[in-house]
């Protein structure tokens, strides 16, 4: 699909003109300032965040639409960034999987420079193209690419999202430039106008705030739709810990009205499966035969109200 919202115009490739990269006035002689006042100034700027945010929410909801059609007919979702934008991508990928059961064969995460990058700056990485375009050359039929970019014109990202472009691929863009140079290249673009830094030219503030809300926004309401969660419960968590283990125990408690020494004995018998120790524990039966009721209703975000199964597999053994 196609989001026609955003401006297909743009400065020249090195004119920083974008309003993240003007000096923000009401911050000239931040150095100036006590600390109480410092700190105030920068809580207030972020509170601007989140109306940035909500302005877009219609193309985030156009994104997640892309999202669940890619992942529904078993494409991935790759997250496309350079410096702080890809960190960003990184940190949304990797968590999904202790949250929703989600690991890199349906969500993984590109960064400039590599791996090495997330802790140290690659030099020249984000200029880089044709590594990016690889990245798209191996990808399946089904893909999406979303390209983080808080300038809207990093060549890495756009290498990525011009070759996805070039094999009928789905794409996004997530920018903190309403003029993005990059938005052409995108189905759907999203233009985060988040102004000048409070620091000039630091997007690792607004920006970054912005672009963390906006990719756990998209991230969680794909899950959502597919399935992942049931009420808002996370019945996909993977317990990697004690405390998750507690958790799992605590969502069939708070799902499903049972005392906790039941839920744990549900969630034991259901090795770990949040979703089958859940069902047993609504429709009063064991894991077992919650299990084989599950097979029946698998996940599928078309099933309007209940895109998990849980209620329609309750509903069948209660039948």
């Known amino acids: 699909m196609n989001d026609k919202s955003h401006p297909t115009h743009a400065s020249a490739p090195d004119d920083l003109g974008w309003s993240t990269e003007q000096r923000n006035p009401a911050t000239a002689e931040i150095d100036t300032l006590s600390t109480d006042r410092l700190v105030e100034v920068l809580v207030a700027a972020d509170a601007d965040v989140a ?10 909801t156009a994104a997640v639409e892309l999202a669940v059609e890619a992942l529904a007919e078993g494409g991935r979702i790759h997250y496309v960034g350079a410096g702080t934008s890809g960190r960003l991508g990184v940190l949304d990928a990797v968590e999904l999987y202790p949250t929703y059961g989600v690991g890199e064969d349906m969500v993984v995460a590109h960064l400039a420079g ?3 990058a997330m802790m140290r700056t690659v030099e020249g990485a984000e200029d880089d193209e044709q590594e990016a375009a690889v990245l798209v050359a191996e990808a399946g039929e089904h893909d999406l690419f979303v390209g983080i970019a808080a300038s809207g014109r ?3 990202v756009g290498g ?5 472009r070039e094999r009928g691929l789905a794409t996004v863009l997530v920018a903190n430039n309403p003029r993005a140079a990059l938005a052409p290249l995108a189905d759907v673009a999203i233009l985060l106008d988040t102004g000048p830094e409070v620091i000039t030219g ?4 607004k920006s970054a705030t912005a672009q963390k809300m906006v990719l756990n926004t998209f991230s969680t309401a794909t899950m959502v739709r597919l399935g992942r969660t049931y009420q808002n419960l996370m019945i996909n968590l993977i317990a990697t810990n004690h405390k998750l283990e507690k958790r799992m125990v605590n969502m069939v408690v708070q799902g499903a009205g049972v005392d906790a020494a039941t839920a744990e004995v549900l969630v034991r018998g259901a ?3 949040l979703r089958v120790a859940m069902v047993a524990a609504l429709a009063g039966v064991d894991p077992m035969r919650a299990l084989a009721a599950l097979r029946d209703h698998d996940p599928d975000p078309r099933r309007v109200g209940d895109p998990s199964g849980i209620r329609t597999a309750v509903a069948s053994l209660r039948g």
Not at 51 to 60: E, F, K, L, S
Not at 160 to 164: K, M, S
Not at 202 to 205: A, Q
Request: charged share 20%.
């Open 114 to 116: 590599g791996d090495g």
């Open 51 to 60: 109306q940035a945010v909500a302005a877009v929410a219609p193309q985030i």
């Open 154 to 156: 990093t060549p890495y």
């Open 202 to 205: 630091s997007t690792r503030m």
């Open 160 to 164: 990525a999202l011009r070759a996805a």
């Open 271 to 273: 090795e770990g499966d």
